[in-house]
């Protein structure tokens, strides 16, 4: 992924598709955001397991 942001103090969002991503189990996961191999940031979230859906 390339991209470019006009100033380093301007906050930026950065959105990424996770639609065919698949996670081994339930848990704590982490993301590490690096920028030409320095560390710029991380963003943490939780996997479930969805509920079943009846009629599907």
Do not use: T
Request: hydrophobic residues 40%.
């Amino acid at each position: 992924m390339q991209g470019s942001v006009p100033s380093r103090l301007q906050a930026f969002e950065i959105a990424i598709n996770f639609l065919y991503l698949q996670f081994d189990r339930p848990g704590r996961y982490d993301i590490q955001i690096h920028a030409d191999g320095v560390y710029v940031g991380h963003a943490s979230f939780n996997v479930s397991v969805a509920p079943q859906q009846e009629g599907l």
